[in-house]
């Protein structure tokens, strides 16, 4: 009998898989009983998965380990290695951290000096430029004038005497001097206070812990490594 | 109505005479008797691997993980057929690596036709029969090679070697519904691919 209303091929490899929801189906079961191309259908699917089922077993492309490597449980020389393997990356990771952050420490003074440079010469210029540029306006103000003008006065009224205007420079020439050793005095006073800068700064430095950190961190790096090496057992 | 296959498929490699003996000594940490097993059965696994990897070189990769799995799990086996037990392992194993190979990019796949091993003489008593045998073992597995890869997992997990759906679903990270779809898509694609071949399985 041929009936053209087939059901799902998938119901019939449910049927021929004997699946309880198919073979529990009275009207799947009633079709494929009456239905050639149903039954064919069924039957070679049924008769594929007894081919799948008897498919022999395969020998290995090469010859395989049957057992694991034996743990070792042995020497203390083994266990310190095992240690030292353990916790090389941990150790290694650290210390890189730790010398980043002695770099990076011992890095930034040098930086913020540098970052800052041309204003802080530039202040400190203007720093050292200040006395001498009030000492020289003094001397405009009140000590050339002056002696010009009194030379001046002198030429004026007394048709010029060569010694008197110069005993007058002679006069002048003292508080220029004056002027001088106090721009000298000034700038030695400078001179001292950034020595004493330096001289603290070197002493921070010499304080600052950043080095310190750096050396720790490169200390445990290196160290990590020659652990490892020396202690971790080779492992072919 | 059609003729019903048994379910459970039977055993290609038959149990070691006193399998339950060796376990036991296996489990307790005898590694010989460990050994002893992995030899016995390394055939069925490695078919398994190799079928559902279909590439020699990882099929052993495959077979020696589930070997090293075994070695630590033996000692919580609670009994059942071993053979199924490690049959399990081995399909865990072989779909890592599945898995893995699926995130990597794409190579081009096999071609059905080459690398398939030798199969095992079975001893051929009638050689006319034998050669036929030999023959539908080749067809299928070539078959089986071209089925999508979700499909072939699902037939070989559950018609080749017996798996319940339940445990293919499990495998599979799928839902049941899924794998009985691809199950059954799977054999209908394999009797298209085999339909010049008909004759060898209906026989």
Request: charged share 25%; with cysteine; proline share 7%.
């Amino acid at each position: 009998m041929l009936n053209q209303d087939h059901p799902d091929d998938e119901r019939l490899s449910a049927l021929a898989s004997l699946e309880t929801d198919a073979t529990s189906d009275a009207t799947l079961t009633a079709h494929v009983s009456s239905c050639d191309r149903c039954t064919d259908l069924t039957s070679e699917l049924g008769a594929l998965r007894l081919a799948l089922a008897d498919l022999p077993d395969m020998k290995p492309s090469r010859p395989l380990q049957l057992l694991p490597p034996v743990e070792s449980h042995g020497s203390r020389v083994d266990r310190v290695g095992d240690w030292a393997r353990r916790f090389f990356a941990p150790v290694l990771a650290a210390g890189a951290a730790v010398a980043m952050v002695g770099v990076v420490g011992t890095a930034a003074p040098a930086l913020d000096q540098l970052a800052s440079g041309p204003s802080a010469d530039r202040a400190a210029t203007e720093e050292v430029a200040a006395p001498q540029a009030s000492a020289g306006a003094g001397s405009e103000a009140g000590g050339e004038p002056a002696g010009l003008s009194a030379s001046a006065d002198t030429l004026g009224s007394t048709g010029g005497s060569v010694t008197g205007e110069s005993d007058d420079a002679a006069d002048a020439s003292p508080r220029v001097n004056d002027y001088g050793t106090a721009a000298d005095s000034q700038r030695d006073a400078l001179g001292e206070g950034m020595d004493e800068a330096e001289t603290s700064q070197q002493a921070a430095s010499e304080r600052s812990p950043w080095p310190m950190v750096l050396f720790t961190g490169v200390a445990l790096m290196v160290g990590a490594v020659l652990l490892r090496w020396i202690l971790a057992p080779r492992v072919a | 109505m059609a003729d019903a296959p048994e379910k459970t498929p039977a055993p290609r490699t038959p149990p070691l005479p006193d399998e339950a003996a060796v376990i036991t000594r296996a489990a307790s940490g005898d590694r010989r008797a460990f050994a002893q097993l992995m030899e016995h059965y390394q055939s069925a696994c490695y078919g398994l691997a190799w079928r559902l990897l279909r590439d020699p070189d990882q099929a052993a990769d495959a077979t020696q993980d589930a070997f090293i799995h075994a070695y630590r799990a033996i000692g919580s086996y609670r009994g059942g057929i071993f053979r199924s037990w490690l049959l399990r392992i081995t399909a865990n194993a072989s779909y890592d690596i599945l898995r893995r190979a699926q995130r990597r990019p794409s190579s081009p796949l096999p071609d059905p036709e080459e690398g398939a091993p030798e199969l095992p003489d079975a001893g051929a008593v009638n050689p006319v029969a034998e050669a036929a045998r030999s023959e539908m073992y080749r067809h299928l597995e070539v078959a089986l090679r071209r089925l999508p890869e979700d499909q072939r997992v699902a037939v070989v997990l559950c018609d080749v070697y017996g798996m319940d759906y339940n445990e293919v679903a499990t495998m599979t990270h799928s839902a049941l519904g899924t794998v009985k779809s691809r199950i059954h898509r799977g054999r209908l694609r394999l009797r298209e691919l085999l339909t010049e071949h008909r004759e060898l399985f209906t026989a």
